[in-house]
């Protein structure tokens, strides 16, 4: 099995892109040791067209039994619009707490669309690792 390392939003794009033309929001965690190798992908939800239900429980469950260093969350926007949402926002803010509290680093959080791609890393929303 080939180890695939992330640096960069790129790096996990081709892990991303089965997700991009879905109908349904769909939310993803990548769950990384500490040189940054994937050690797993799994869908945490598939909502509604326009939201689905993240829970910081269920999203950090599989990546705290992974024994994971970092996580890269992603999520896909069936409207084709790349801007976070304000639940989104308010989403991923809760998750950056939970990550303080357990010690596993949230590397990125990517929005897909068949338009392209927004990194809330890119983008400043993010501290430094």
């Not at 039994?65 to 989104?88: C, E, K, M, T, W």
């Not at 357990?102 to 590397?107: N, S």
């Amino acid at each position: 099995k080939d180890t695939v390392k992330i640096t960069t939003a790129a790096d996990a794009l081709p892990l991303l892109a089965d997700i991009a033309g879905k109908q349904q929001k769909h939310f993803l965690c990548i769950s990384l040791n500490g040189a940054n190798e994937v050690i797993e992908r799994r869908t945490v939800t598939i909502g509604l067209l326009d939201r689905s239900q993240v829970h910081p429980r269920e999203v950090f469950a599989d990546v705290i039994a992974d024994r994971a260093a970092a996580v890269i969350f992603a999520h896909n926007h069936p409207s084709g619009d790349l801007q976070p949402s304000a639940a989104d926002l308010k989403v991923h803010e809760q998750l950056a707490q939970a990550d303080g509290i357990l010690g596993i680093r949230v590397l990125d959080h990517i929005i897909v669309a068949k338009t392209g791609q927004f990194s809330f890393q890119a983008a400043g929303l993010i501290g430094s690792c």
